[in-house]
Antibody, heavy 121, light 108 residues
Framework: EVQLVESGGHLVQPGGSLRLSCAASGFTFSRNWMHWVREAPGKGLVWVSRINSDGSYTNYADSVKGRFTISRDNAKNTLYLQMNSLRAEDTAVYYC??????????????WGQGTLVTVSS | SYVLTQPPSVSVAPGQTARIACGGSNIGSKNVHWYQQKPGQAPVLVVYDDSDRPSGIPERFSGSNSGNTATLTISRVEAGDEATYYCQVWDSSSDHYVFGTGTKVTVL
């Protein structure tokens, strides 16, 4: 069974940093592109970042570019999101998700259960 | 940036058909994907590439896409279908992924 388990979310002050992790199992992690998606309280889903299978290519939503860094350790089957210069508007549940493996592949399945990041003083 | 617009809410009686629209400029030229999200849970893919269903998703869920509107159709609606549904595309011009605004489906 494919499983994604996020961790690392907690309360942090504005301007602070945090690193999220996503442990993957049940599939060949090193062959799959991965994503981070977030959901602010009472708001919708917003794509955050993507990384290719070997980590050589990444891209970011404009709202986090220059502040967040996505990375992966294929030996540990783990995806990361380093979040710096955090703002109140970064408060959200952060999900990791695997890229689709059929057709266009531009979809997300499955998703982890999410980890809550709260940015507040 | 590319924008996807959905109605905030749709109400439907059990056993009837719910149709959820997702509007975007020339969306018919893109592959559209749909997710179901229940309160406190992670999203679940219900349709990918306009009209394909992942394994385990009932045939009651179907999709179509043409012109400026994509549509998710839920036939023979059940109480368990009550959730928020999001459409999503990949925008090739920006290489970004875009979600719709979400539609809350209420089963009367």
């Amino acid at each position: 069974e494919v499983q994604l388990v996020e961790s690392g979310g907690h309360l942090v002050q504005p301007g602070g940093s945090l690193r999220l992790s996503c442990a993957a199992s049940g599939f060949t992690f090193s062959r799959n592109w991965m994503h981070w998606v977030r959901e602010a309280p009472g708001k919708g889903l917003v794509w955050v970042s993507r990384i290719n299978s070997d980590g050589s290519y990444t891209n970011y939503a404009d709202s986090v570019k220059g502040r967040f860094t996505i990375s992966r350790d294929n030996a540990k089957n783990t995806l990361y999101l380093q979040m710096n210069s955090l703002r109140a508007e970064d408060t959200a549940v952060y999900y990791c998700a695997k890229r689709g493996d059929l057709g266009s592949t531009n979809w997300f399945d499955p998703w982890g259960q999410g980890t809550l990041v709260t940015v507040s003083s | 940036s590319y924008v996807l617009t959905q109605p905030p809410s749709v109400s439907v009686a059990p056993g009837q058909t719910a149709r959820i629209a997702c509007g975007g400029s020339n969306i018919g030229s893109k592959n559209v994907h749909w997710y179901q999200q229940k309160p406190g849970q992670a999203p679940v893919l219900v349709v990918y590439d306009d009209s394909d269903r992942p394994s385990g998703i009932p045939e009651r869920f179907s999709g179509s896409n043409s012109g400026n509107t994509a549509t998710l159709t839920i036939s023979r609606v059940e109480a368990g279908d009550e959730a928020t549904y999001y459409c999503q595309v990949w925008d090739s011009s920006s290489d970004h992924y875009v979600f719709g605004t979400g539609t809350k489906v209420t089963v009367l």
